[in-house]
């Protein structure tokens, strides 16, 4: 029995994987620009799952049609297109690549904050003057360009990140908007956070991550991420 049971995993996995190919290949075709992150079955038999762009559409297992959502389960009525966007937005700040970010030390850099930012973002820059702000603050700075918005964004963050001193160059020219002085040829990792961005649903800057795993899109001021950053680090009760 245990043997029909894992052959028949095997089988149905194997078969997956070949819808999977299929389905892939037929939308490199048909649509040669889009970037397909994901691709994978849905509780509907033939009906699979494609995430592009940060969007969910659904298709069949030959990927010659597809459709929108949203996908709604009759019986509880829930917005399975919804939920599954709800969980991939979800971004785990311990599985964050915090190698590949400009990191930013106010006082004792006790609380840490991550940070997903355009250098040429009107409102990255008014957050990164609000965080530098604070005390007592460590913020990982993830140069991630828009670039349809601002074109020399991409250039602006290799430049940052190729600096000798990338946190002073962020700052320069973030705040001061002072340019980078280096060509920016060196190896970045921003088209890795790019990436990131289109897997967790990022199309526009800033985004804030907390170490509890809460997110926050859009720019504040000083004082309200001093409230966030209170309810992640609650004081231990005195003796």
């Not at 028949?8 to 996995?13: D, G, K, N």
């Not at 004792?108 to 990255?124: E, L, M, Q, Y």
């Not at 250039?155 to 962020?170: P, V």
Request: one cysteine or more; aromatic letters at 8%; hydrophobic letters at 40%.
């Amino acid at each position: 029995m245990k043997r029909i049971l894992a052959l028949s995993f095997c089988l149905a996995a194997a078969t997956s994987l070949a819808d999977e190919a299929q389905i892939r290949h037929v939308l490199k075709q048909q649509f040669p620009t889009v970037e397909v992150s994901s691709i994978q079955p849905t509780p509907i038999a033939g009906l699979y799952e494609v995430l592009a762009g940060g969007k969910i559409f659904y298709t069949d297992q030959t990927g010659e049609y597809l459709m929108p959502g949203p996908l709604v389960e009759t019986r509880t009525q829930a917005n399975l297109t919804e939920q599954r966007l709800d969980a991939l937005r979800t971004i785990k700040f311990g599985s964050l690549p915090l190698d590949k970010a400009v990191k930013v030390v106010r006082g004792k850099g006790t609380r840490k904050i991550a940070v997903f930012s355009d250098p040429d973002c009107p409102f990255s820059k008014l957050l990164l003057g609000e965080l530098y702000l604070l005390d007592d603050l460590t913020a990982y700075v993830f140069l991630n360009p828009l670039q349809e918005i601002h074109p020399e964004a991409m250039q602006r963050s290799n430049e940052i990140w190729c600096s000798g001193d990338r946190t002073k160059g962020l700052l320069d020219y973030m705040i001061l908007g002072q340019k980078p002085s280096s060509d920016g040829k060196c190896h970045t990792p921003v088209k890795d956070i790019l990436a990131l961005s289109e897997m967790t649903g990022i199309n526009s800057t800033p985004v804030l991550v907390f170490e509890n795993d809460m997110r926050v899109d859009g720019a504040m001021y000083a004082n309200i991420i001093e409230e966030l950053l209170d309810t992640v680090y609650v004081p231990a009760p005195s003796k």
